[in-house]
């Protein structure tokens, strides 16, 4: 196993936190946010106040009836979440002093390739990059996950994975979503990384997430037991696969 990274808790430092993970069941709710979900707002140091989280559902279309079940999660855990959606043009008209405004900015899952595209054709990935310099949390889960890094693998183009590669590139490394729970994920990376297509991906298992300041990788860790991060690299003309130390976040109740 690697050593366990050292977690600075600098607020001013720039934070991402990747993750394939953040939801859990709820007895009435479609889901309530789980572990990953309130790290994130943890990390941005909030406290004493309501903390402000706004949903990008890009990669899903913007799908109302996803955003509502956003909306009841978020007064579930008591957060004041608010919606920038791009479709079918943006909602607000100050996107960037919106998101400055921001605690965390969380992305969802969906169509990566899509997310990428609107987000350029508005301008959102340089928007992004000042919010996330700023200070702000971005963080996500799967689409929204891989978006913040160079590339990784995606059913975005269709049933069959395939690489993606024109990511927002502001950590400097591959991403590997869904590791554990479908199976074509892992040998896949391992053939991209082998034949350079990726360089060298970090990946998390379902309910794993991956902490960055700056653009250096701090720490795993996973709001579900038994579940690992791993750093693939390239070794010659094979893949070679590390696994991490992961921390268990401690079980947090749906209100804060």
Request: proline share 4%; glycine share 12%; hydrophobic share 40%.
């Given at each position: 196993m690697?050593t366990?990274?050292?977690?600075?808790?600098?607020?001013?430092?720039?934070?991402?936190?990747?993750?394939?993970?953040?939801?859990r069941?709820?007895?009435?709710?479609?889901?309530q946010?789980?572990?990953l979900?309130?790290?994130?707002?943890?990390?941005?140091?909030?406290?004493?106040?309501?903390?402000?989280?706004?949903?990008?559902?890009?990669?899903?279309?913007?799908?109302?009836?996803?955003?509502?079940?956003?909306?009841?999660?978020?007064r579930?855990?008591?957060?004041?979440?608010?919606?920038?959606?791009?479709?079918?043009?943006?909602?607000?008209?100050?996107?960037?002093?919106?998101?400055?405004?921001?605690?965390?900015?969380?992305?969802?899952?969906?169509?990566?390739?899509?997310?990428?595209?609107?987000?350029?054709?508005h301008?959102?990935?340089?928007?992004?990059?000042?919010?996330?310099q700023?200070?702000?949390?971005?963080?996500?889960?799967?689409?929204?996950?891989?978006?913040?890094?160079?590339?990784?693998?995606?059913?975005?183009?269709?049933?069959?994975?395939?690489?993606?590669?024109?990511?927002?590139?502001?950590l400097?490394?591959?991403?590997g979503v869904?590791?554990?729970?479908?199976?074509?994920?892992?040998?896949?990376i391992?053939?991209?990384?082998?034949?350079?297509?990726?360089?060298?991906?970090?990946?998390?298992?379902?309910?794993v997430?991956?902490?960055?300041?700056?653009?250096?990788?701090?720490?795993?860790?996973?709001?579900?037991?038994?579940?690992?991060?791993?750093?693939?690299?390239?070794?010659?003309?094979?893949?070679?696969?590390?696994?991490?130390?992961?921390?268990?976040?401690?079980?947090?109740?749906?209100?804060?």
């Amino acid at each position: 196993m690697a050593t366990p990274y050292c977690l600075d808790m600098a607020t001013d430092a720039p934070t991402i936190l990747a993750t394939s993970g953040g939801y859990r069941d709820h007895d009435r709710l479609r889901f309530q946010f789980a572990d990953l979900l309130h790290y994130a707002v943890d990390l941005s140091g909030t406290s004493g106040v309501v903390p402000r989280v706004c949903n990008v559902g890009t990669a899903s279309g913007d799908d109302p009836r996803f955003q509502m079940d956003m909306s009841e999660a978020g007064r579930e855990a008591g957060f004041n979440l608010t919606h920038l959606s791009m479709f079918p043009i943006p909602n607000l008209e100050d996107i960037e002093g919106h998101l400055m405004e921001q605690d965390v900015v969380w992305v969802n899952g969906g169509s990566v390739a899509n997310l990428l595209a609107v987000w350029r054709v508005h301008g959102l990935d340089q928007i992004l990059r000042r919010v996330w310099q700023a200070g702000v949390v971005l963080a996500g889960v799967s689409a929204g996950s891989i978006c913040w890094f160079e590339g990784g693998t995606t059913d975005s183009f269709g049933p069959e994975l395939r690489a993606v590669t024109n990511g927002l590139g502001f950590l400097p490394y591959a991403n590997g979503v869904h590791y554990d729970s479908e199976d074509r994920r892992r040998p896949l990376i391992h053939r991209l990384v082998a034949d350079g297509t990726l360089g060298t991906t970090h990946c998390t298992d379902d309910g794993v997430g991956m902490l960055y300041r700056g653009t250096e990788l701090v720490e795993a860790v996973s709001e579900q037991a038994g579940k690992g991060a791993y750093i693939v690299r390239r070794d010659g003309d094979h893949a070679v696969e590390e696994p991490l130390a992961t921390r268990q976040l401690r079980r947090r109740s749906a209100q804060r």
